[in-house]
């Protein structure tokens, strides 16, 4: 008597996949997801520190300009080769370092510091020039006529110039507006307001504000 075995029918899941695998593929899926997320977050913030730098190094080629020291007429402050940043202003303060463009040099830069003021006094005795804050008693003896050299007061800063200043600076008896006397430091080599006479602000650069180089001597500048 032939005897048959009865097998039993194999289940196959209805979606095809197992469900352990299934929920590995989903883990995946979100894992994926979330690393996309973060690598976009990651690619804005790239695009804005960008354009922040991109704003600050355009701010700072607007407000800032960089010169270096040719020569030894700003010594002991300044020295041959250093490398300074220059702000760039309409507002000059007495004693301030300032880089210009000489009238009779295009394309050269000096640096000098800022000695006389609009509203200063002049006072021209042949080569040799009085300079001054003048108060206002001062300015109405000046302005009156009954001013002279032995009335100068104790301030008064005497400097020799050359021909070429004496008639450039010719009768006037105070600074005009938006001109400047400057001297070097080195006073014994150095070509400013003695040779050159007054300067104009259209001619300035900018005030110096630190001197990154050398590494030695970098700091702020005064």
Avoid: C, W
Avoid at 30 to 46: A, C, D, N, S, T
Avoid at 124 to 141: I, V
Avoid at 156 to 184: D, H, K, R
């Amino acid at each position: 008597m032939n005897q048959t075995t009865e097998r039993k029918p194999k289940k196959v899941p209805t979606s095809g996949v197992r469900p352990k695998k299934r929920n590995r593929r989903l883990k995946q899926e979100i894992r994926q997801r979330k690393q996309q997320e973060q690598q976009r977050r990651e690619l804005r913030r790239g695009y804005v520190v960008l354009g922040l730098l991109a704003v600050l190094v355009l701010l700072f080629f607007l407000n800032f300009r960089t010169r270096q020291v040719d020569g030894v007429s700003m010594v002991p402050t300044l020295a041959d080769n250093d490398r300074l940043l220059v702000r760039r202003t309409e507002a000059f303060a007495r004693y301030e370092l300032i880089t210009f463009e000489p009238a009779d040099k295009a394309g050269e830069s000096y640096v000098k510091r800022i000695i006389g003021l609009p509203g200063d006094r002049l006072h021209l005795d042949g080569n040799r020039l009085y300079l001054y804050e003048a108060t206002t008693k001062q300015q109405t003896n000046s302005q009156a006529g009954t001013f002279s050299a032995e009335q100068l007061p104790d301030g008064a800063l005497t400097v020799l110039l050359s021909p070429e200043a004496v008639q450039s600076i010719g009768t006037q008896t105070e600074i005009p507006a938006n001109q400047y006397f400057v001297l070097g430091d080195n006073r014994s080599n150095s070509r400013d307001s003695r040779e050159m006479g007054l300067i104009t602000s259209d001619q300035i650069e900018g005030v110096v504000v630190f001197r990154y180089f050398p590494l030695t001597s970098i700091g702020r500048v005064s």
